[in-house]
Structures are given as structure tokens and as C-alpha cells.
T-cell receptor, first 114, second 109 residues
Framework: IAGITQAPTSQILAAGRRMTLRCTQDMRHNAMYWYRQDLGLGLRLIHYSNTAGTTGKGEVPDGYSVSRANTDDFPLTLASAVPSQTSVYFC?????????????FGPGTRLTVL | GQNIDQPTEMTATEGAIVQINCTYQTSGFNGLFWYQQHAGEAPTFLSYNVLDGLEEKGRFSSFLSRSKGYSYLLLKELQMKDSASYLCAAMDSNYQLIWGAGTKLIIKP
């Protein structure tokens, strides 16, 4: 693995189903993020984690949950998917030791909720 | 509230120069980022400014004026591969990035 991986690449999901998007990084970054990207709205932060064992809510957290059991993994769960959660989801990570805090992005998951 | 404004779309000619502007309002400020995003791909880092002035990196330069809440990305000697969306993001007092909606740059031969 080099960088950040996300799975699945794309998914079509029936409304009401539970879904977990996976994210794994091998850069030993302490901070990780989940964004959704919708046309015309730019990236919006869903949840973040500054270090393993801690999580925080972003701009649009409702309907989503996360966990950070270790440094490398940061799964995002939709407990009961709704059509408004149709979007492209990006996971990102950064190294808080650096002042710049540049974020590195995974390839994204395209989710369609019907 | 926090807000980032940038043009929705711009068109330029191959070989020319284009400037993409960004204005921001955030709670605190810890730097301004520019990312490039090709269609269907993830954003990739281009530049970071935290002090006023111009940062040059090859064909790309980025400028920041903190007092005006203003930044621009300057792309020189445009190539067809520069066709992409350019995302402006400001880091707030909590070190979270506030993102603009992106500027789609179309390069014509």
C-alpha cells in the first residue's frame, strides 16, 4: 500500500441499508478526515480524527458515524442510507506535526443511494 | 460565518496565462491552500501560503494578501493537461480546511 486506499470504489445501495466505507493509510499520519463532494458545493467535512482514539464532528455529520481504533484505519458508517447521501466520498490524512498540515486524499468512493 | 468564493468556471488558451482568484472569510486563519482536481480523481496539493506575498513553483504561483482575505493561483504556459478544477481552501483557527466549490478551468487549443 502506498498512501491512502478506499473501498469500495463505487457502490449502489438501497435506501435504509447500512454501509461502511473503508479507508486505510500507511503514512503514519495522526489526523484523518472524511469529506463528501457534491456538484457545485465543494468538499464538506463529515467527521475527523486528530489522533487514534478520538473523533470529532465536521460540517455535515448527521447520518454518519466514524471510529478510529488505530492510526491506519478510519471507517465511515451510514447507519440507514438515504438518497441525499448520494455523493462522492473522500478520505484524507495529514501529519499534525507539520505546521502546514497538508492533506493527502484517497481515490474516493462513489456512492449512489436509491 | 465562514465562506470561500472563487469563480465557477474559466476558459483559457493553450500557452497563455490564467489567474484564478479566491476570497475567504474564516474564524481565524492558518494558511491558504490550492489543490488541483482532475475529473473523476482525488484532489492533489499544489501550494500553501501563510505569509503575504507570492510563492512560485515552476509554472504555478500562488499569492496571498491576509489583510484583504484574498489569494490567487497563477498558471503560466498553459498545457492541455492543466484542464481541471482548482480548489481554494483556507485553514481556520481549529486547523480545519474550509473549501471553496472549485473553479473548472477549460483549456482550448
Amino acid at each position: 500500500i502506498a498512501g491512502i486506499t478506499q473501498a469500495p470504489t463505487s457502490q449502489i445501495l438501497a435506501a435504509g441499508r447500512r454501509m461502511t466505507l473503508r479507508c486505510t493509510q500507511d503514512m503514519r499520519h495522526n489526523a484523518m478526515y472524511w469529506y463528501r463532494q457534491d456538484l457545485g458545493l465543494g468538499l464538506r467535512l463529515i467527521h475527523y480524527s486528530n489522533t487514534a482514539g478520538t473523533t470529532g464532528k465536521g460540517e455535515v455529520p448527521d447520518g454518519y458515524s466514524v471510529s478510529r481504533a488505530n492510526t491506519d484505519d478510519f471507517p465511515l458508517t451510514l447507519a440507514s442510507a438515504v438518497p441525499s447521501q448520494t455523493s462522492v466520498y473522500f478520505c484524507a490524512s495529514s501529519d499534525w506535526k507539520r505546521d502546514m498540515n497538508e492533506q493527502f486524499f484517497g481515490p474516493g468512493t462513489r456512492l449512489t443511494v436509491l | 460565518g465562514q465562506n470561500i468564493d472563487q469563480p465557477t468556471e474559466m476558459t483559457a488558451t493553450e500557452g497563455a496565462i490564467v489567474q484564478i482568484n479566491c476570497t475567504y472569510q474564516t474564524s481565524g486563519f492558518n494558511g491558504l491552500f490550492w489543490y488541483q482536481q482532475h475529473a473523476g480523481e482525488a484532489p492533489t496539493f499544489l501550494s500553501y501560503n501563510v505569509l503575504d506575498g507570492l510563492e512560485e513553483k515552476g509554472r504555478f504561483s500562488s499569492f496571498l494578501s491576509r489583510s484583504k482575505g484574498y489569494s490567487y493561483l497563477l498558471l503560466k504556459e498553459l498545457q492541455m493537461k492543466d484542464s481541471a478544477s482548482y480548489l481554494c481552501a483556507a485553514m481556520d483557527s481549529n486547523y480545519q480546511l474550509i473549501w471553496g466549490a472549485g473553479t473548472k478551468l477549460i483549456i482550448k487549443p
